[in-house]
């Protein structure tokens, strides 16, 4: 993986870095990787993450999920960081024989609609809630676990835990003999994609999650004091000081279409770790070439308040465009749809730097389970030096604490007064 | 449908409306509307998409798509307008029986495995581009007919075609007598959600094309140049005054998995419409209550330069929450699931509220197809009038012009200079 920032040092670049505050920057850098380095040294609360790749058993996960080896499908009822890092693997490197799909919102017509399109008996539900209480995962699990009563077919059999040491997803796998994975300790949801969490539907989709964990282990050995060596330090620092400097958002935007959840993943990273004490870079999710047709225009023509990522594999599958003799198309005919893809990646990358719009570009040679590991891995790196630089809480998020109270508040439960405040909501309806 | 702009009109919103600066933006209202019904009056450029639901022919609709009537896929392909519309409403309001699959990208890992699930025989293909020379939907065209063809399948008897009056695609649809439909005139791409170009795939999954137009109808009904009248520039108009006071992102967040597309239309629309000339909202596409873990915390907790549009469907499908005898879960047991969600959307709405972070709802009474033709009416409608309070010329993108030059150049059709700056590119790589 390599990061080329080029793209922001030019002074036609608004906002722009140059020579004295990228060294500036590059001091800084050196003071965090010091402090992330201690913290993984002592496997501290979210600096864990870091150490994944080593501590991962991927064995054990391999031995649990065995079991699901001649599913159809396999289910995620999880929410957050319980189903993004698994949606971003299988959809990126996964197998289609087994389809993966995710339940993380509690919209009935959607959940009634993904029930009645699987063959439960063949369906291997995993699901995930560190503390085993997520209100929106226990109602979904509740209904999964119904509609295959009501299809005959013993949940028990089909189904697999990743939670904590206790609440009531454990009790209820130790009670049903339910295979059940440990989400790993001091490790916060939006940073488990390299683990348990994340891996147990990549696994039944017989994924290979070793070169996966290798990967991530590439990664943590590129961490180095010196940004100018290592790529995830240097993502992570120049969104921090382009964000410092008026980027008010960060558009994630790979040329891959199997890189669309990573742009969900990614932004849940972003959003939740940095957005805080009022700063903090609004993540975007965009997708190269089809957002060309959609949000182009307003990136090249509009506010210069947006920093813009490109992710993208070096190399694609072939496939090769017929010949045709339609006369205005025949520029297209007898190349390759990924050097179409190419060739329009480099122009919008080009069309916003001719116009100032600062723009970072992360390449990875293809887009395969070891690639995937090293890309989620640094861009947990860069999250956490970015963290660093803002000087925030990375890794916890308190603010949505206040919603969490109000809705079990409305659902009947009088402890929480935060229910109080929507009574006193003010209307003003125009119909 | 309905908009409740309460939580911008309290002093505790940052960016909030006064009474005062809310009478001024109604007399601008009042403006923007005379210079629309103008523009509808004469049919001119843009401003005939308002005039979609009295102009467009379903009677013909119907008739062309009559023959593929047995399908069991439709498959777009089209890029941009020419897809999220289609996309929109075949996801909220569409039949599970008749998949719809759309092919608005060029990556061509992603079109082989779409392509590689699909029984050729029994899909129907739309292929739609105004110019008949859109290179990503062409290129993608020539892969799907060449598939055809070596699959066995006759592509003609599979295709149908919406175009303009002339162009490859237009001669392509009269050389092999392919049933063909009209771009609808003077109506950009963006627009074009109550026409042909939206409503081939709802109709080959035999969606009620005339509910929708209704909808649409009704919108138009609705408009009055009283911003007190009318949902649609009420909405308009305080996401402009919201964005001129340092809202400089829109995030849509429907409460509804079946609007997720929606999501992506809407950020086109205020995307190419608006971010022009320096100026723009930035669209951010979220969904409830999935994004409340993912968001949230930065939406509560980070700077004040987000408005959040929510979008709600007062009435949802019935999904029981099992009892169970699990003690912290008692209090979701026997409840709705439509519930929690509701409980969490007006907890979530709540929560910016007291925060401080500026809100909007919008309601539809349930999901279907005339509530969706109505909000899709009264989003184009509340673009329109954005875009004449910004000032801007809202039907066109000129910014994205530079990028399509710089790749057809790429690709070897030498009179495109644009193609010169890639090779100048800044480089600063770090690996």
Partial sequence: MNVDIGNILTDKSQPSLDKH?????????????????EGRENNEFGYAALNLPETVDSDEIRRKTDHFADSDAVLTVGIGGSALGAATITTAVGNDEVEH????????????????SLDLGKTAVHVVSRSGTTAETLATFLVVREAMDD?????????IVTTGDDGPLRTLAETHALPALDVPDNVPGRFSALSTVALVPAAIQDCDIDAFLDGGKEGAESLSPSLSDCPAYAYGAVSYALGQRGADMNVMMPYAERLEPFSEWFAQLWAESLGKDGGGQTPVRALGATDQHSQLQLYRAGPRNKLVTFVRPQETANVTIPETDIDELSYLGGSELGSLLDAEFEATEASLATAGCPNVRIEIEQLNEQSLGRLLYDMEAACILAGELYDVETFTQPAVEW????ARGLLGESEFEEAAAIAEKNRHIID
């Fill in 101 to 116: 799909y995710v339940l993380d919102n509690v919209d009935p017509e959607h959940t009634q609609s993904v029930l009645n």
């Fill in 21 to 37: 505050e990228f060294e500036e920057l590059a001091e800084r850098v050196r003071v965090g990787h010091e402090r992330i380095a």
């Fill in 403 to 406: 919603g969490k109270r109000a």
């Fill in 151 to 159: 299809a005959g077919v013993d949940w028990t059999e089909q189904t």
